[in-house]
C-alpha cells in the first residue's frame, strides 16, 4: 500500500530554518512528486513549490528566494529546503505524488506536517 509521510516540521524563531522531507515507500511502481502544498487555518490550500514536466521548479510569489525544492529518485523522496522563515509561514505542509498504477497516474497525499513560525 503506498504511503506518503511528511516530516520535519517543529517550532522555529523567525529568520530559522527548517528542511521538510516526503517519503513515498509501499510501492515499486514509478513515482512521480509535483510538489509541496500548505495550509493555514481558515485559508485555502496553497500551491508553493512544484516541479514541471522538464524537472524546472516553480514558485508561489510568496515563497520564491527562500524556500527550494529538490528530489532524490532513488530514495523516492522529496524535500523542501526552508530558509529566512517568517510568521506567516506557519501551516500545515503537505506533499503531492503521483504514483503509477495501470497505466494511469494516481495522486497521493500524505497527512503533513506543521511549521509554527514565531515572531
Known amino acids: 500500500q503506498v504511503q506518503v509521510v511528511e516530516s520535519g516540521g517543529g517550532l522555529v524563531q523567525a529568520g530559522g530554518s527548517l528542511r521538510l522531507s516526503c517519503a513515498v515507500s509501499?510501492?515499486?511502481?514509478?513515482?512521480?512528486?509535483i510538489g509541496w502544498y500548505r495550509q493555514a487555518p481558515g485559508k485555502q490550500r496553497e500551491r508553493i513549490a512544484t516541479f514541471s514536466s522538464d524537472g524546472s521548479t516553480n514558485y508561489s510569489d510568496s515563497v520564491k528566494g527562500r524556500f527550494t525544492i529538490s528530489r532524490d529518485n532513488a530514495k523516492n523522496t522529496m524535500y523542501l529546503q526552508m530558509n529566512s522563515l517568517k510568521p506567516e509561514d506557519t501551516a500545515g505542509y503537505l506533499c503531492?505524488?503521483?504514483?503509477?498504477?495501470?497505466?494511469?497516474?494516481?495522486?497521493?497525499w500524505g497527512r503533513g506536517t506543521q511549521v509554527t513560525v514565531s515572531s
Open positions: 503531492d505524488v503521483r504514483v503509477m498504477r495501470s497505466g494511469s497516474w494516481y495522486q497521493y
Open positions: 509501499g510501492t515499486t511502481a514509478s513515482i512521480n512528486p
